[in-house]
């Protein structure tokens, strides 16, 4: 196995671990304070559109920002995954009850819902991001698929990634693809990220 890849593997394992033990009332404390914390952001106040995940498992659940970004008249975009070219596409939704459980069991958007399109879509976008582990420059270590360093690298808007502070770590093994986030936001605030030497 390639020591990278091996190295990847063991920390999300371990941050998995620790993210699954936390107990509820926590997860429900911290994740109201990110979401706080993300509404306060300029880049999300001036957002013609915001780009969202559904959570699975323990993640941060992000799921009220889809309210509060309709109600200021944003559009929102949830991903779909392709898991044979393990790349995705973000497609419009009016409603939580357009979401449908699909690959990995995590609800998607159904297909011929509107693609939002980097290069063509009109609008400032904003695009928050997941992870089992980010660094404190701001990459980030998922579940191993790679579907968001792909669209990540073709994506120019600004990219939030959320996470608990137990979550960020000195530094990730990093490959030629990986992408870092613009900002990160724990529970504790926005996260001062360091500039790579």
């Known amino acids: 196995m390639n020591p990278i890849k091996r190295e990847k593997d063991a920390i999300r394992r371990e941050c998995a671990d620790r993210r699954n033990q936390m107990p509820m009332e926590e997860h429900a404390e911290f994740d109201k304070k990110i979401i706080d914390v993300v509404a306060s952001l300029v880049s999300f106040k ?34 779909k995954c392709d898991t ?4 995705m596409k973000f497609h419009f939704v009016d409603s939580l009850d357009d979401l449908e459980p699909c690959a990995y069991n995590i609800r998607e958007p159904k297909e011929e819902a509107e ?15 997941p992870g089992l582990a980010f660094d404190v ?46 900002v990160l936001i724990t529970e ?7 500039i790579e030497k």
Not at 84 to 87: G, I
Request: aromatic residues 12%; proline residues 6%; hydrophobic residues 35%.
């Open 137 to 182: 420059y701001g990459y980030r270590l998922g579940y191993g698929k790679g579907y968001y360093d792909k669209f990540m690298n073709n994506f120019t808007g600004s990219t939030i990634g959320v996470a608990y502070t137990h979550q960020i770590l000195p530094s990730l093994p990093k490959g030629k693809f990986d992408k870092h986030c613009d």
């Open 188 to 194: 504790k605030g926005i996260k001062t990220l360091k």
């Open 84 to 87: 044979e070219n393990r790349t």
């Open 115 to 129: 693609i939002y399109d980097p290069k063509e879509t009109k609008g400032s976008a904003l695009c928050i991001v």
């Open 46 to 79: 001036h957002a013609d559109i915001v780009l969202l995940y559904a959570p699975i498992k323990s993640e941060i659940d992000v799921m009220p920002i889809f309210e509060l970004a309709k109600e200021k008249g944003k559009r929102v975009a949830f991903p």
